[in-house]
């Protein structure tokens, strides 16, 4: 591939000067080899500087050179991020947990600092930015001060402009990425589930599927770590309400091996939903429940890396991907 094809090829303005320190660097190795009387004279009118060679690096000219990096072709370097942050691509098989585990942050620090939410999935080649330290990313938002981010989130101000390298008189700019050092991650998944008991309490199925919990997919349905996940994990804190999708009656509330405590609710028509690795059962075998009332509190008991919801949707006993049925 050609100088010229190559050059066509998006690239950050680190690149560019990389490249014309590069071809600079050449020219003047090979020295006058390189540089030969003919393509001297192809200079354009008023290129010349006295004392320079001319404007060709390898037959090349660096107006030619830049003219083909125009803006359109060059991808904007990303920010960078204050120390005790670092950005992470979502590789095959990865979830929040292994993420996490591995990079010695939690799920919470970690969905906190991404703004993740209710269904939101984690595919390869996704960014996330991760915190190595205690505390989490914030964005800038319009009208936040240090003063407002200590308050709002109970840490000092001192500590934000330290952690951040921001100088005392220095505007906080609307975008950036910051480390809120030892901050608590808000529990917006508390949150969430409180204003969904609202609209999920009539007592009745309203034709849609309800979520049981609202927070990031940690894992989704299918093949993972070499065998088959046979339903959703649901990132929540222990102790967060697990609401009954359907309305239904309840075949199993206990211990089973690797779910933990689990209860089971089989809605007919051979439709059952399954909630597992529950902290506390709120519901007994027998029971009818309604669509949205509160059946357990999540945990982490039985085969769990960490407190979350494992969720399944099975019909006539096979698993099917409950995304398929969620809103």
């Known amino acids: 591939m050609g100088l010229t094809e190559r050059l066509k090829r998006p690239a950050t303005a680190a690149a560019v000067v990389s490249l014309v320190v590069a071809l600079a660097a050449g020219s003047a190795v ?4 390189a540089v030969s009387v003919e393509r001297a004279q192809e200079r354009e009118p008023g290129m010349e500087v006295p004392g320079q060679e001319p404007e060709l690096l390898h037959g090349v000219r660096l107006r030619q050179v830049l003219a083909t990096l125009g803006p359109e072709n060059l991808e904007a370097p990303q920010p960078l991020l204050p120390p005790g942050l670092k950005r992470y691509v979502v590789g095959q098989g990865d979830t929040l947990w292994d993420i996490a585990a591995n990079l010695g942050a939690s799920v919470e620090q970690i969905t906190a ?40 989130y109970s840490i000092e101000a001192d500590s934000i402009q330290t952690a951040n390298g921001i100088a005392p008189d ?20 508390k949150v969430r589930v409180a204003s969904a008991s609202r609209s999920l309490s009539s ?39 697990v609401h009954a999708s359907r309305s239904g009656r309840v075949t199993r509330a206990g211990w089973d091996g690797g779910y933990g405590k ?10 059952t939903t399954v909630y597992a690795h529950l902290s506390q059962l709120e519901v007994s075998v027998g029971e009818q429940v309604d ?17 979350h919801l494992h969720f399944e949707v099975r019909v006539n006993g096979t698993q099917k991907n409950p995304l398929s049925y969620l809103p």
């Open 30 to 33: 090979f020295g006058r080899q």
């Open 113 to 152: 600092s991404n703004t993740l939410e209710r269904g939101d999935l984690i595919s390869p080649g996704k960014e996330l930015i991760v915190p190595i330290v205690p505390g989490f990313a914030y964005r800038i938002k319009d009208g936040d001060t240090l003063s407002s981010l200590a308050t709002r």
């Open 170 to 189: 220095q505007a906080l700019l609307p975008g950036t990425i910051v480390l809120l050092p030892g901050a608590r991650p808000p529990a917006a998944d």
């Open 203 to 241: 007592g009745r199925n309203t034709g849609a599927w309800a979520w049981p919990a609202r927070g990031p997919i940690t894992s989704g349905f299918g093949t993972r770590w070499g065998s088959f996940h046979e339903g959703i994990d649901i990132g929540v804190g222990t102790g967060t309400a």
């Open 262 to 271: 689990v209860v089971m609710i089989s809605h007919g028509g051979g439709l």
């Open 291 to 307: 669509q949205g009332q509160v059946v357990g509190l999540s945990g982490s008991t039985g085969n769990s890396t960490g407190p």
